[in-house]
């Protein structure tokens, strides 16, 4: 799992509850209000009712009737229905609608084109095909679970023209064809009818139902990809792997939340000519969003190594491997954790002492997570930000010098992490990390000074950083630490760089500049992490 997009997209759906709204109505899907709201608005034939999911608002009552059936049950959260977790899913079929995603990319039909089809929704869209499996599924097992007060047998979706086979049209057809998505949705339901439910739990089952249908279905819409262009193509891989990181974060999607949070997607297809961030009808956030997914794309497609040895620390062999290779007087052990491989040893002692737990979970120790801890000092001493920035002393980088300054403020904020108290699970892990980082970082803010503006920002802006990987509780094996690591600055910053312009860095290194700064500019005008600290209390009590 990658993480880079999730600082700015957890950022930007979180952000959003901070505004509000005066009037919620103004923020419903496009036609809102012309669809149907009750099963009555439907075509009826031999007391079966037809809704043809084929056609905009059609589809879009069926989200309202979802809405209206379950409002009870999310009464005691908000007022007006606005905390309602299921809004999620008509405000991103209303983007799709209004930003030109449901209609035939093909162009060989005119569905979804002004001015007599615009409400028709193409079988040849990819965005409309995956929608269907998080439309149609949630309102089938919503009948079967008697949310809908009908039986299951009361009501069919139409086909589309073509492609029938690839999709499921009533309740029995559905269970059989697609079995763990409407089980995972029943769950969901039968959860939210419980006496005693809340909202953290009711957050994780709506993910679990969510992600099953995504997964279930992609693998049948790959050959969609060939009828669009190739940034847009890009976008829709890449929106299913954000999906992921809004589901590991237990994003809420309300109402308010949702809607802000769609501010800063794309607001029309992608066309050839499209490359972010220089896109002239996108907002400045809009393009920063985009161009950020083209170094998220290019993380989460790693590619496997043969040698993992490869993937190891520099001087990870010269460092010491257990106490006794440390010097002794009057028998306790003494560490230089101011020399690099010192420091280096103190975290290869604690790899090959907590091997044993994950051997379970892949051979070589590669799935421990403390791996994150030395790879992450390895970055520090290759670019250079373990030296004196003042340049004072003779404490400088060079192939035989492994000294690490006091002054260098990298040094000392990571001087805590070599802890005793991590464990197998990841939250443990996130918990020590950001204690030790930030019980450290408020004693060293004078270190800014050695450096240039733009380092200083980024050192920041990191920090900020760091609570968001802990967020998404990023498991910091060795072969996924190490890939990210690509993607990050390779030097000190100069007060001449300018991402996303720095010419000897690669794009995804200008990319995450440029998400970064966005990120700490945010958060220090909306405190975001004590919103989240709040409102997603589940995930953030064991870190925070």
């Keep these: 799992m990658a993480f880079i997009p999730s600082w700015a997209w957890v950022l930007m759906g979180c952000l959003s509850s901070i505004a509000g709204a005066s009037n919620l109505s103004s923020l419903y899907p496009p036609l809102w209000e012309e669809s149907p709201g009750q099963l009555s608005d439907y075509e009826v034939e031999n007391g079966i009712y037809i809704i043809d999911p084929w056609v905009y608002t059609k589809r879009i009552g069926m989200y309202k009737i979802l809405l209206n059936q379950t409002a009870t049950y999310f009464a005691k959260f908000a007022p007006e229905n606005e905390q309602n977790l299921l809004w999620g899913l008509p405000l991103q079929h209303g983007w799709q609608f209004r930003s030109g995603r449901l209609a035939d990319p093909t162009r060989r039909t005119n569905c979804g084109y002004e001015p007599d089809h615009h409400l028709c929704i193409s079988v040849d869209s990819w965005w409309a095909d995956l929608n269907y499996f998080l439309c149609a599924i949630p309102f089938l097992a919503a009948v079967d679970s008697g949310i809908i007060g009908i039986s299951a047998d009361q009501v069919t979706l139409v086909p589309p023209p073509k492609d029938q086979l690839r999709f499921c049209y009533n309740v029995s057809d559905c269970r059989s064809s697609h079995p763990e998505m409407m089980n995972n949705w029943t769950a969901f339901y039968q959860y939210l009818k419980s006496p005693s439910t809340n909202f953290d739990d009711i957050l994780k089952h709506i993910w679990h139902a969510h992600t099953s249908s995504l997964e279930g279905a992609l693998g049948d819409f790959e050959d969609r990809f060939l009828y669009y262009s190739i940034p847009e193509a890009n976008f829709e891989k890449s929106w299913v792997l954000i999906v992921n990181y809004l589901a590991a974060a237990l994003y809420p999607a309300t109402l308010v939340r949702t809607y802000d949070f769609q501010k800063v997607l794309p607001p029309q297809v992608l066309l050839t000519m499209d490359i972010a961030p220089f896109i002239k009808d996108f907002t400045p956030i809009q393009n920063v969003v985009l161009y950020s997914l083209t170094m998220f794309k ?158 200083a920002d980024f050192m920041k802006n990191w920090l900020i950083a760091v609570d968001y990987l802990a967020l998404v509780r990023f498991p910091t094996t060795l072969i996924k630490t190490r890939e990210f690591q690509k993607h990050l600055p390779p030097r000190i910053l100069v007060s001449t760089d300018s991402a996303i312009f720095i010419k000897d860095f690669t794009a995804t290194q200008n990319s995450v500049l440029v998400v970064l700064s966005a990120l700490g500019k945010w958060e220090r005008i909306t405190g975001l992490a004590d919103f989240l600290k709040k409102h997603n209390s589940t995930l953030f009590g064991h870190i925070f």
């Design 298 to 455: 290019e993380v989460n497609e790693s590619t496997g190594f043969s040698n993992l040895s490869d993937l190891y620390p520099s001087r990870w062999k010269e460092s010491p491997t257990d106490f006794s290779d440390y010097s002794v007087q009057n028998g306790i052990y003494v560490i230089d954790a101011w020399l690099f491989t010192s420091r280096l040893g103190l975290y290869k002692i604690l790899l090959n002492k907590t091997a044993k737990y994950f051997t379970k979970f892949a051979p070589e120790n590669e799935q421990n997570v403390l791996w994150g801890l030395p790879l992450q000092l390895d970055w520090q001493f290759k670019t250079g930000r373990l030296v004196d920035p003042t340049k004072r002393a003779n404490c400088v980088h060079g192939p035989e010098d492994l000294c690490l300054s006091v002054d260098s403020w990298w040094a000392v904020q990571y001087i805590q992490s070599p802890s005793s108290t991590f464990t197998l699970i990841l939250k443990y892990l996130w918990a020590a990390h950001i204690s030790s980082l930030k019980n450290s970082a408020k004693f060293f803010e004078d270190r800014y000074a050695h450096y240039s503006n733009q380092e």
